[in-house]
Structure formats: C-alpha cells, structure tokens
C-alpha cells in the first residue's frame, strides 16, 4: 500500500478514537473543560504529516533523507497549511465581521469591520463539520446554493469560555428563524449583531421606549446612542432645490444618501411618491411632505436647521412616533410603520407590516409597549397550557426538538438559556420582538475590535474612510480608546528596525 494512504488510513483511525474517547469523558464526568481535549486532533495532524514538533523526545530521531520538493508541490502545501490554520483560527478564535444594517446605529455603524471574539463566550464546535472554508453558508455568486454537506450532524457542543453573556453586551449569533435554505443547521443560519438586553431568568418589559428587566427601568447602556422613529411633517411641499431642479422627479436612493450625508440620519419612509398613470411609484419624489427619520432628537433639529438654511421657507414640525399617534390619526396617518398599526392598519400603497412576537394579537404589543415575557433559563420549568405555548412552543419544537403531545397542564422543563435580543435604532431593528428567543447555542461570538470602517455613501474618496473609528474598542467603560496612532507607530518601528538598531547602537559605542 502507498505511504501516503497509510498515513491518511492511519489519521482517520486515529482521529474517530480520540474523538470517540473525548466524547465519552466528557458525557461520563459531565466536566466541561475537558471539551477543550478536542483540539488534541491537532497534534494527532501534526504527528502523521507535518512533524513540526518531535513528540517522542526520549526516543532517537530517525533522520530522514531530506526530499527536493518541487516548487509547485512546495506552494500548494503552503496554501493548504494557510488554508486549515485560517479555517481553524476562524472557528475557534477570531471570526471577521461587517455590520451590514443600521439597527445599531450610533453604536456600530453599516461599513464597520469588527473582529468576534468566540472564545469570550465559549468557541462553538461546529455542528456542520462539511463545509467549505470561509464560505458561512452559501457558495459565492450564488442566490442560495448551501456552501456545505449536512449529511453529518454533531449537535451543540460549546467549549468552556472566558464570561457569560451579560446584559447589554452586543453579541453576534446566527438569526433563529433564518430560512435561506430548507431545513438550515443551526450554526448555518445568517450572522446577525444586536445588543443582548435580557439574559436568562429576567422578566422583560418595553413601557412607552423604555425597558424594563424584573420590574427596574434600564439606563441606556454605556457608548450606545438610542435613536428612535421620528415623523417629520414640512408645511408646504419641499421641493429640495438643492438635490435638483423644480419638477424633476428624484430617485428615493439619492433622497436618503444626502440626507445620510448632510444630518448623518436615516430615512425610512417618504410621502408623497410620484403619481403616475399606473399608480404610485414609491422609487422616485418630486416633493416631500412628510418623513419617517430614525435618529435622536439632536439629530431632527439638525435638519429642521439644516433645511432652513438650504432654502426652505415654510414651518417644520416633529413627533416622537408612536402608536397613540397612529390609533388618533387613523386613517389620515400617510405611513404604514413597521411594528405599529395592529390595530388600526392603514394598507397604503399595498405595504404590509410583519407582526411582532410571539404573532399573536391578545397581547396588543407593540415596538414601545412590549411585554412582560419571561426569558427561560436551562433548568426552568413551565406548565403547558395555550397561554405559554404561544410563547414558547417554538423554543420546545424547533430549538430543542421536543414535541407537545400533551396540554393539560403538563410540565416543560428547558435545556437551554435563552436571550433577548435589541438593535439601539428601536424603531428600525428586525429583533427579539419580531421574532422571539435567541438559544445559546445560536450564540456566535463577542465583537472586541473595530479594525476599519468604510462609508460607502460618502461624496468622495478621501471621506470614504472613518478614521476616528478605525483601531477602536467596542466594550468597556467611558470613551472607547483609540489605537490607530499606537498601530501605525508600532508598524515604522517593525519595518525600520534594523535601522534604528543600528542608532541605538552607535548611540551606545558613543556614550
């Protein structure tokens, strides 16, 4: 036989054994840290094809013939060792990240670039072990094709972290109720970041914006900026001479990128669309009316100022939105708002909200008046009956695999801890209230680093980079520091070394 294939026979037999035994030690002693044995695959790695180290020091070394590698051979080993070490670094270690959406606005910004730590809460050992490097769960250029094999399913195995989550720490899990593909494995599913507002065992509450956990109103968390949905209403049409000329329709993308650029606010809804022989077309403007903006008070009053300045005559007004506003206004309210209108929904221009959790109106919940729910804890036990199965059935069927085959009064106990998750932009933030728990075994990882940031929106290339913001730190007390200046030193120091060994050593011989 080929001594190659004995070696990788010989890998593979090894390796379902060690495994095999691990397993076994930590499902007889129940210690957890014992997971941490797994990465022992490593040595078992190292020992059949790379003898990096020596690991039989009491034993004579064998010298072997010292083989010509070609240079093709020599560079595909490289990228297959870069490859794996990378593999491993990104599973275990460090994962980078890009904050795609603005439900942290203010906090973490679209166009910033963390690093997630996944050894603060514990490295996750991957449930899906087929897959292809660097690819999460969809093949590049394509729509939805799976990037990995689920044929082999290891279940949830967390290895032994540094903390717990605490509240207000901003974590990255996989989004529970992701369906990009049928029947998606659990650490498959799209990455999502938001702030962690309720951990296991709290009883959450949302009273007119403010939350509440075990009855306490919560301060805002520290280096956070809240920001909320306002509606702002202009006396007369505005035209927005400065965007463009009288008459012209003007795409909405161009109406939100200068207001991005000159108040650094959202936009997210605006009235009136342009009207047409077909009906309205939501994509182009030629006035404004009314706006829905997401941002803080201090940020609307710079653009009331603002749109003063640029030319606008008549008198703006703003409201904190809400939905009193929305049930008085009824049907003269012009928007159909995410997170509002269960009541008294106005179905404009056909666009439809989605409910918020647990889908089930005898709550009359909505984004600012929102519970009290109960978030469980591994160990709790609750009676079924239709009043907790409406909260939490699909945490018993589809996060923990156990079927409800009996109502009456019957006892549920959880395997899991469970979080509730919240953007800081309250009113634009897909969260825990639209879509419930989040399991710990969804929990990906902490961000702990802000390496770069890119704004893609800018007018020009030399504000496509925020530099403030770039070598920053996400968690901790006070302002977050800064450590640009720190890398860039430390960078010239590396690359002119030699040199400034040479001063210091004539510096030295002088003296």
């Known amino acids: 036989m080929n001594l190659k294939i004995k070696k990788l026979l010989g890998f593979i037999i090894c390796s379902i054994i060690f495994i095999f035994l691990i397993f076994l030690i930590v ?24 003898e990096f180290v020596n690991w039989t020091p009491w034993k004579k070394k064998i010298k072997k013939e010292k083989v010509v590698k070609n240079k093709i051979r ?57 897959f292809l490097p660097f690819m999460h769960n969809k093949l590049p250029f394509t729509n939805n ?211 918020l959790f647990p889908y089930n109106w005898k709550h009359n919940w909505d984004y600012d008046n929102y519970g009290p729910i109960y978030i469980p804890k591994k160990g709790d036990s609750i009676v079924l009956n239709d009043s907790t199965l409406s909260l939490y059935k699909t945490i018993i069927e589809d996060y923990e695999y156990s079927k409800v085959t009996n109502l009456n009064d019957s006892i549920y106990t959880f395997k899991m801890d469970y979080f509730w998750m919240m953007g800081d932009n309250r009113h634009n933030s897909q969260d825990s209230r639209a879509w419930g728990f989040v399991p710990e075994n969804h929990v990906v990882g902490k961000p702990i680093f802000l390496w770069l940031s890119v704004d893609i929106g800018a007018k020009n290339i030399f504000n496509k980079i925020r530099w403030k913001r770039m070598f920053t730190t996400i968690h901790g007390e006070g302002k977050s520091g800064w450590y640009l200046p720190y890398f860039i030193v430390f960078i010239i120091i590396i690359y002119f070394r030699k040199y400034l060994f040479l001063l210091y050593k004539k510096h030295i011989i002088k003296n």
């Open 145 to 355: 094709t799976p990037s990995y094999l689920d044929w082999v399913q290891l279940g949830y195995n967390r290895l032994p972290g540094f903390q717990k989550i605490k509240r207000n720490d901003i974590v990255v899990f996989n989004w529970p109720t992701d369906n990009l593909q049928k029947n998606m494995p659990f650490d498959k599913k799209t990455n999502y970041v938001k702030r962690c507002v309720g951990i296991s065992g709290d009883t959450l509450e949302i009273k007119n914006g403010n939350i509440l956990i075990n009855g306490k109103k919560e301060n805002n968390p520290n280096r956070s900026t809240i920001q909320h949905a306002f509606w702002i209403k202009f006396e007369n049409d505005n035209h927005l001479k400065y965007l463009k000329k009288i008459g012209k329709p003007v795409e909405k993308k161009i109406i939100e990128k200068s207001f991005q650029n000159n108040y650094d606010l959202e936009i997210s809804l605006i009235w009136p669309p342009l009207l047409t022989k077909k009906g309205y077309n939501i994509n182009f403007y030629s006035s404004i009316k009314d706006l829905i903006i997401h941002g803080t008070e201090e940020e609307v009053k710079k653009l009331v100022e603002g749109e003063k300045k640029q030319g606008y005559k008549g008198k703006i007004s703003y409201v904190r939105l809400n939905q009193n506003i929305i049930d008085s206004l009824g049907q003269k309210f012009p928007f159909s708002a995410y997170g509002y209108n269960h009541n008294t929904y106005t179905d404009i221009l056909s666009r439809k909200t989605t409910s």
């Open 74 to 130: 020599e560079w595909i080993e490289s990228v297959l060792f870069a490859i794996i070490a990378a593999t491993l670094i990104h599973v275990f270690l460090i994962q980078p990240y890009v904050i795609p959406t603005s439900s942290l606005e203010g906090t973490l910004i679209r166009g910033d670039f963390l690093f997630v730590s996944k050894f603060n809460y514990g490295s996750n050992v991957p449930n899906t072990p087929l």
């Open 27 to 50: 499902k007889i002693t129940k210690i957890e840290v014992f997971k941490w044995l797994y990465f022992g695959i490593l040595i078992i790695l190292d020992v059949f094809f790379f």
